[in-house]
């Protein structure tokens, strides 16, 4: 089974561009989550989307958004890049069930260098 | 204070050792708990899964909940140079999102041939 996929690898931009990152989940897993992780603040919560629905958002500021189509991909969004927003960007997948048993599988990752 | 408190390391340790990890935490909400590993420029990946209190064992991996200390712990048994990497510990609580995890820093390992 393929595992989490995300796209591109390794970026770089600017300060004040915006970026997109897309992630596919594992092949029936509906649910969704996003993380950022850098050497200060470690991997930070962003958001979660279960049938195309944000389920969940972490502590970030509204230039951070995502979405999920009906295949179960989803894609982040940044705009007005900052500095402070390098980061390794993870995705991770789940079945998205109020089963105990259900977990994430985390992807390899997008490293997003602001210049 | 943070949510999670994880010491950093760096943790040496001679192959063939039992290593022991460890994390602290603040939430009495939280009530699943994983530990990831990390290899460096690589996605985390999911070690051990409790859910509320226990022990649970998968190979040389052992990872204990005690729910009463607000204290999680990963075993590793018979340690190898391959399980040289971070080890992260995180944690959910069904009020705020399960899949919402909130993670410790994370301890880097060494396991010395």
């Known amino acids: 089974k393929a595992g989490v996929t995300q796209t591109p690898r390794y970026l770089i931009k600017t300060r004040g561009q915006q970026v997109t990152l897309s992630c596919s989940p594992i092949?029936?897993?509906?649910?969704v989550s996003w993380y950022q992780q850098t050497p200060g603040q470690g991997l930070q919560f962003l958001f979660e989307?279960?049938?195309?629905?944000?389920?969940n958002k972490g502590n970030f500021p509204g230039r951070f958004s995502g979405r999920q189509f009906s295949n179960s991909r989803s894609e982040m969004n940044v705009s007005t890049l900052e500095l402070g927003d390098s980061a390794l960007y993870l995705c991770?997948?789940?079945?998205?069930?109020?089963?105990?048993?259900?977990?994430?599988?985390f992807g390899p990752g997008t490293r997003l260098t602001v210049l | 204070q943070k949510e999670v408190e994880q010491d950093p390391g760096p943790l040496s340790v001679p192959e063939g050792a039992i290593v022991s990890l460890n994390c602290t935490y603040s939430?009495?909400?939280?009530?699943?708990f994983m530990w990831y590993r990390q290899y460096s420029r690589k996605g985390p990946e999911l070690l051990m899964y409790?859910?509320?209190?226990g022990n649970k064992e998968d190979g040389r991996f052992t990872a204990q909940v005690d729910k009463s200390s607000k204290y999680i712990s990963l075993f590793i048994r018979d340690s190898q140079p391959s399980d040289s990497a971070t080890y992260l510990c995180?944690?959910?609580?069904?009020?705020?999102?399960?899949?919402?995890?909130?993670f410790g820093s994370g301890t880097r390992l060494q396991v010395q041939p």
């Open positions: 991770a997948s789940s079945l998205g069930t109020i089963a105990s048993t259900d977990t994430q599988y």
């Open positions: 092949s029936g897993h509906r649910s």
């Open positions: 989307y279960f049938s195309e629905t944000q389920r």
């Open positions: 939430n009495s909400a939280f009530q699943y």
């Open positions: 409790t859910y509320s209190s």
């Open positions: 995180a944690m959910s609580s069904p009020d705020t999102g399960r899949r919402a995890l909130t």
